[in-house]
């Protein structure tokens, strides 16, 4: 395939986090953090013409959690977003356009924060869940990756959700949440402020009444790739059916990514390790390249 030269400097990091996510099976650990590597091998960074930020390494993945306990593996979340935060600073100041290849979803931590030092920026929320658990909705936190929208927002232990003092790192008003099917996360987001659209029912023209606005500087994309449905890619930890087929989302990614302030894009959640002859990964690359041209 012909190379495609970006407008932006698109800058490719790796965030292999799966910090956020709970252990798969006794004595493993979630497959999401070998996500970048197979994007990689799918020639994603040549095939988009992007410069090559490296990999922010994450903190050890540890277990052991039980109810009461707050956010699992809630400190080094902590830590590695504030290193996250620096490097999408440092690659935007650059003149980069960042794409974060995770991970789980709690990279998202990271470039809200470094979003946040530098003004008001809104978020486009791609995702089969709205991952808006918090202690006002749920008798316990946690695994961030299914509470990181609500973190972002504000709701939830300060040493993430406070970070500088900076909360939220995004308000209510300035996310809009595409795709979400999840009957019990619709039930979550009903009344917040948060702007949603349901299941495949995907409105641009939605997305843009809430991210170009005259008071944002921006906004930030992120992708759950189980907002496909998982008749075209399964290889997630959450597979939820009635998603976008590959048209769909290549369409709604493009369309966003034109908008005026678009600011960066995270991919999140794929699993190799439920994809064993990396066609998933393969389908996922060709859907960025095309989205991204």
Not at 74 to 87: F, K, N
Not at 239 to 244: E, Q, S, V
Request: aromatic letters at 4%; proline letters at 7%.
């Amino acid at each position: 395939m012909t190379i495609v030269t970006p407008d932006r400097r698109s800058t490719i990091l790796d965030a292999p986090s799966n910090l956020g996510l709970r252990p798969p099976a006794a004595g493993a650990v979630p497959g999401c953090y070998k996500a970048p590597w197979a994007l990689r091998d799918a020639g994603l960074v040549e095939r988009i013409g992007a410069i090559d930020a490296g990999a922010l390494v994450p903190p050890r993945y540890v277990a052991t959690w039980r109810p009461g306990d707050g956010v699992r593996n809630g400190p080094a979340i902590a830590a590695y977003t504030r290193g996250l935060a620096g490097r999408v600073s440092a690659i935007r100041a650059s003149g980069g356009f960042p794409i974060l290849l995770g991970g789980d979803c709690s990279i998202l931590l990271g470039p809200a924060l470094a979003l946040r030092r530098s003004g008001r920026y809104g978020l486009a929320y791609l995702d089969a869940h709205a991952d808006f658990r918090h202690l006002g909705n749920s008798p316990h936190v946690g695994s961030a990756a299914g509470e990181d929208l609500a973190l972002a927002t504000g709701r939830g232990d300060g040493y993430l959700t406070d970070i500088d003092g900076l909360s939220p790192y995004v308000r209510d008003e300035d996310v809009i949440v595409l795709g979400v099917r999840d009957e019990e996360d619709l039930r979550d987001i009903e009344g917040s402020g948060i702007a949603y659209v349901p299941g495949a029912d995907i409105s641009l023209d939605a997305a843009g009444k809430v991210l170009v606005r005259d008071e944002l500087d921006g906004f930030w994309i992120h992708l759950d790739v189980d907002v496909l449905d998982p008749s075209i890619l399964p290889a997630v930890d959450s597979p939820t059916p009635g998603g976008l087929d590959a048209g769909r989302l290549t369409e709604l990614l493009r369309g966003l990514l034109a908008l005026p302030g678009a600011a960066g894009l995270e991919v999140t959640i794929l699993d190799p390790d439920l994809d064993e002859d990396g066609g998933q990964a393969a389908l996922l690359a060709d859907i960025l390249v095309a989205a991204l041209a």
